[in-house]
């Protein structure tokens, strides 16, 4: 009896011990599926405001460019007077009537301009260091104001050090004349002989880029490589404090890292998120343990801007504290394991079945989840609790995709809205370089319509590629299925490119040796070859380049090239170069343009049709693209969808 009761004991134990391992893995597991959907949200608000600070700079950027297209700055350093050099009295630089009246143009064009963007400071430099206008919160400086000793700011070299369309950006400083922390951005005047005599200069206020950091729940934060806090949603910033040296964030203006946490733990991390020789350190997430012994969350995408690092934090307690799945989840445990303990072996192992498979169900579908589809998690047998799980798993999810929905609907209203004006402008622009419409126009009047017309087009071009990227994301694109010559498709794309090539001296060759058909919808190619045939064009040599094109058949696809001759691409990049809005060169004197739109569309488009893309490339050997296409697309393709031939860009 003693030994049947010993074995009752040991049994019981053994079963109880499983239960409650299986229920602790299950509470495990349901708390690692609730960080990992708090982690995914924080990173969808961190890439938002990741967008927001590259959208400021680019718009910073943009209309500084903007501002120094107008002529007038041209005209006024052309002028023999001030090519002659600057003339003072008491120490004040003199105009002439000719250099009055321009300037008086040249500051209503920066008054209408600040009225335009928020801009504390604009002002115009020359290579003595002489300010020849300086408007300040919309005043313009009278002549005695005017400094002749800029040429000690840090700016000031690397200003002419850039080139036409490129903009240098400053670190934060004091403004001497606002007394506020403000970033400057400069661009050389660029005259017709080559010639850089000066450089126009605005600064913006580092509150604006310190706002976009707020977040309404947990810590958001930009930290420099020296470890201070540039922007922290955490502290308030007194934006007057204390002026520092250029480049030098003062100690009593931007607080240290430590103000967060004093870890040695967090302190690595920091670092890791430093370390720019790898690329996996540019975005993810760590954990650290806190002062207060609390486990912190930490997401973190690194900036374009300074190499700065943008990071988004919660603790443990605020990742749980808008969700009470899990605390009811461990109520439920709780009273479980104890109805186990007192009801016996059979109790135990029917409620332990009974409890743990929906509980291990419900974690293997969660992680299952595709993070760009969220779908909705049925609910699993007929236990009430844990299917009130699923219930609140699933609000969450509704209100995840409600959020993704309202994003989907803004793109579509904001594209939709850029395209309504572009047409007209597009065709304006057409109507005014007739001149039997209009009148003729000169050279300077056409360069400006050029101008005009070119980036109305380059806009409509990005329309579209957000219009395409969109409707590949919802797998909403639609494709026309018939038999198309691959011949003649080759044989268009050479024709229509022969000034493109013309205008580099660019060798292109289509060198198809068959007679191929295939399948499938020839816009579509047309657009994926045009993408990577202009790509090529941007990366040869612009003398003795040299493109190839062509197609072969390869089984039951075709396989399409197009080779080049340029600088290559390195293997830690080829990784993600089909990624969305991915640049090889990401620093803001890179060369080579474009939205990192264009490889990405193609692949999407290409997989919808069934086929597959690569790449293949040697730095310094070129670059060759391949993809293949079905012969017959209705066979093989992802996604039927209903025929629409109007579905192309621009309609």
Not at 558 to 584: T, W
């Amino acid at each position: 009896m003693r030994i049947k009761l010993k074995l009752i004991i040991m049994f019981s134990i053994v079963i109880i011990v499983a239960v409650l391992s299986t229920s602790y893995i299950s509470f495990k597991s349901l708390e690692s599926a609730i960080i990992d959907s708090q982690l995914l949200q924080m990173g969808h608000e961190l890439e938002d405001k990741a967008h927001s600070i590259e959208n400021l700079n680019a718009r910073a950027s943009e209309h500084l460019l903007f501002a120094v297209k107008n002529p007038v700055f041209v005209k006024y350093f052309e002028l023999p007077e001030t090519k002659a050099g600057n003339i003072y009295k008491n120490d004040v630089l003199q105009f002439t009537p000719q250099q009055r009246t321009l300037k008086n143009e040249i500051d209503q064009w920066i008054y209408n301009f600040q009225n335009m963007f928020s801009v504390d400071e604009t002002c115009l430099i020359d290579r003595t260091g002489q300010e020849h206008t300086r408007l300040v919160m919309k005043k313009i400086a009278p002549d005695s104001d005017l400094s002749h000793e800029e040429s000690a700011t840090p700016f000031f070299k690397p200003s002419f050090q850039k080139n036409i369309d490129e903009v240098y950006l400053q670190y934060p400083y004091v403004s001497p004349d606002t007394e506020r922390w403000v970033f400057a951005y400069t661009t050389p005047i660029v005259l017709n002989d080559g010639s850089k005599p000066a450089f126009y200069h605005f600064e913006i206020p580092l509150k604006s880029f310190q706002d976009l950091t707020k977040v309404d729940h947990g810590r958001a934060y930009v930290v420099d490589s020296a470890g201070y806090l540039v922007a922290d949603s955490g502290h308030v910033y007194n934006q007057s404090l204390n002026s520092a040296p250029f480049g030098q964030p003062p100690k009593d203006f931007f607080p240290s890292i430590s103000t967060i946490s004093t870890s040695s733990e967090f302190n690595e991390d920091i670092r890791n998120m430093f370390a720019s020789d790898n690329n996996s350190t540019n975005t993810g997430h760590v954990t650290y343990s806190g002062e207060d012994g609390e486990l912190h969350y930490i997401v973190f995408e690194r900036l374009p801007m300074f190499g700065w690092i943008l990071a988004y934090e919660k603790p443990y307690s605020l990742m749980m504290s808008d969700n009470n799945i899990l605390h009811n989840f461990a109520v439920m445990l709780f009273v479980i394991s104890l109805g186990v303990i007192v009801g016996g072996l059979i109790v135990i192992y029917v409620l332990s079945d009974r409890i743990t498979r929906p509980i291990i169900d419900f974690a293997r579908k969660c992680r299952n989840q595709d993070v760009s589809n969220l779908q909705i998690i049925n609910p699993i047998g007929t236990d009430k609790e844990i299917n009130q799980v699923i219930y609140a798993f699933n609000e969450m999810i509704e209100k995840v995709n409600a959020i993704e929905k309202q994003k989907e609907e803004f793109a579509s209203m904001v594209t939709h809205e850029l395209k309504s004006p572009l047409t007209p402008i597009i065709g304006w622009c057409q109507t005014l370089k007739n001149p039997k419409l209009i009148g003729q126009l000169n050279s300077k009047q056409l360069n400006a319509v050029d101008t005009i017309q070119k980036n109305a087009k380059r806009l409509l071009q990005l329309v579209g590629d957000i219009l395409d990227v969109q409707k590949l994301d919802l797998n909403r694109m639609k494709f026309d299925s018939q038999p198309i010559d691959v011949d003649d498709l080759l044989n268009s794309m050479y024709n229509n490119l022969q000034n493109v090539m013309a205008q580099k001296n660019i060798n292109q060759i289509n060198s198809t040796k068959e007679q191929l058909t295939v399948r499938s919808d020839r816009n579509r190619l047309e657009q994926i070859l045009n993408n990577l045939i202009l790509n090529a064009v941007d990366f040869v040599p612009s003398e003795g380049g040299k493109i190839e094109y062509g197609a072969q058949r390869k089984g039951e696809e075709i396989l399409f090239y197009v080779k080049d001759n340029g600088i290559g691409i390195p293997p830690e990049k080829q990784k993600n170069l089909f990624h969305k809005f991915y640049q090889i060169d990401t620093s803001v004197t890179r060369k080579h343009g474009g939205s990192g739109l264009g490889l990405a569309i193609s692949k999407g488009i290409i997989e919808s049709l069934g086929g597959k893309i690569w790449v293949e490339s040697e730095l310094g050997k070129g670059a060759s693209f391949y993809f293949t296409i079905p012969i017959d697309r209705t066979k093989t393709a992802k996604s039927e969808k209903v025929i629409d031939v109007k579905d192309q860009r621009g309609i």
